[in-house]
């Protein structure tokens, strides 16, 4: 079993930017598909981007295209997620998580990952 941490989250200013980190322990990362999800308060968990095995392909919700940016590191077992002009609705808890298949099509629901990490808290102010 892999096991998650993130951090790099915190309080910005719209228009800002931040570094999320995930970082995995107990296996390789390389063996598993990575995603981003979020949950704001009241809300549903939301995917937001996914990443293959490899890194060759990535997937993003619309609403965070061309603004967030994932990558991964595999020899450093860490995946990031770069969070560039946040908004006031990019506020909430971010999660990685990980699926144990190697797939060139990441699915975005979150019943397709099996480990998740804790979260980090992003919140943008106005």
């Known amino acids: 079993q892999v096991q998650l941490v993130e951090s790099g989250g915190g309080l910005v200013q719209a228009g800002g930017s931040l570094r999320l980190s995930c970082a995995a322990s107990?296996?390789?990362?390389?063996?598993?598909?990575i995603a981003w999800f979020r949950q704001a308060p009241g809300k549903e968990r939301e995917f937001v981007a996914a990443i293959t095995w490899s890194g060759s392909s990535t997937s993003y919700t619309d609403s965070v295209k061309g603004r967030f940016i994932i990558s991964r590191d595999n020899p450093k077992n860490t995946v990031d997620l770069q969070v560039n002009s946040l908004k006031p609705e990019d506020t909430a808890v971010y999660y990685c998580?990980?699926?144990?298949?190697?797939?060139?099509?990441?699915?975005?629901?979150?019943?397709?990952?099996?480990?998740w990490g804790q979260g980090t808290q992003v919140t943008v102010s106005s």
């Open positions: 998580a990980a699926r144990p298949f190697l797939t060139s099509s990441p699915p975005p629901r979150a019943s397709a990952y099996t480990n």
């Open positions: 107990g296996r390789a990362i390389s063996s598993y598909t």
